[in-house]
């Protein structure tokens, strides 16, 4: 039972390590240690005297249990408030200044969102840029920007709610692009180069966002977002 225990202890914490990790999370093998040496304490027992379960020790040091599950309380509670109050993790996305012409990278929100530029044509400079490479996304000379999104007002307010009641940011964006909902016809695209926003849904999107494999050399485009 321990062992089966212990097993999914040390799964869940490294499974969700990420997305708690503003909490000094131990680490999993610190837990398996634990949990080791509690299962040593329980198991012995002086020689002559009958074995001493796990639950008869647990009875003879119930100030000391008590007084670790308060520890551990008091260890856990505070990140984790900070975490509830924090809200979803939000993994960083790239984004593209329309009055520099230059890549970002915030956390993944609704697009347009201000920057340090000030505005574009009396909105939010800062758009969602979709960005691939040849070789290598961390070099900045190979990364390019395929296509930039951004949505309407009333959508925009419609998926920054959705982002914030969920976790699973990768299923809220499929609904938006996916649903025939308000979100979805309220989001449009356009070339990093020039030209102007089309309706996502529209068939002018198809080829904006099209991707042209034939600028690398081996004919295969790398997915940096």
Known sequence: ???????????????????????RLPRAADVR????????????????????????????????VAAGAILL?????????????????????WFYDLNTNTLFRAPLVAAPIR??????????????????ACRDCGDADDRRAAFLERYA???QRAMDSLLARSTDVERVMKRATEDESTVA????????????W???ASAEAEEVTALDATRCPNGALLDCN
């Open 33 to 64: 240690a634990a949990f080791a040496a509690l299962r040593a304490l329980t198991a012995g027992s002086p020689p002559g005297d009958p074995p001493v379960t796990w639950r008869h020790w647990l009875l003879q040091h119930k100030g000391l």
């Open 185 to 196: 016809r309220q989001r449009f695209v356009k070339k990093p180069d020039g030209g102007k």
């Open 153 to 155: 007002p009333e959508a």
């Open 1 to 23: 039972m321990w062992d089966s225990l212990l097993g999914k202890v040390g799964d869940w914490v490294v499974a969700n390590r990420r997305r708690f990790e503003r909490l």
């Open 115 to 132: 920057t340090s530029s000030g505005p574009h044509e009396g909105a939010p400079a800062g758009v969602r840029a979709y960005v691939f």
């Open 198 to 200: 089309v309706d996502a």
């Open 73 to 93: 309380l008091l260890a856990f509670g505070t990140g984790s408030w900070s975490v509830l109050r924090a809200g979803p993790y939000r993994r960083e996305v």
